[in-house]
Nanobody, 126 residues
Framework: QVQLVESGGGAVQAGGSLRLSCAASGRTFSNYAMGWFRQAPGKEREFVAAISRTGGSTDYADSVKGRFTISRDNAKNTVYLQMNSLKPEDTAVYYC???????????????????WGQGTQVTVSS
């Protein structure tokens, strides 16, 4: 069983920055492709960013390209999401997720992922 625990959410003004962290339990974190998703009130959950097992490949939703950066530290079993130039439309609960088979494509598709965190709230005011 893998547990994912997000942190780093909060309230910020438009144009500000936040860094989310997702700490994973288990010894095989480096085998997992990881991703971040978000869900705004009244909307479906959507893909934000994904990263391969080694961190060598990343992918982003068009809405966050150039503003958000996903990274990981396999020694710390942690994946990060650096969010810059935040906009009010970035307001959502942010979730991290893991694909234990290591497929970044599966993460991007957002279906059949093995584990999800409990989410952390990000609120951006104008």
């Amino acid at each position: 069983q893998v547990q994912l625990v997000e942190s780093g959410g909060g309230a910020v003004q438009a144009g500000g920055s936040l860094r989310l962290s997702c700490a994973a339990s288990g010894r095989t974190f480096s085998n997992y492709a990881m991703g971040w998703f978000r869900q705004a009130p009244g909307k479906e959950r959507e893909f934000v960013a994904a990263i391969s097992r080694t961190g060598g490949s990343t992918d982003y939703a068009d809405s966050v390209k150039g503003r958000f950066t996903i990274s990981r530290d396999n020694a710390k079993n942690t994946v990060y999401l650096q969010m810059n130039s935040l906009k009010p439309e970035d307001t959502a609960v942010y979730y991290c997720a893991a694909d234990t088979r290591g497929s970044i494509r599966t993460v991007v598709a957002g279906a059949g992922l093995d584990y999800w965190g409990q989410g952390t709230q990000v609120t951006v005011s104008s």
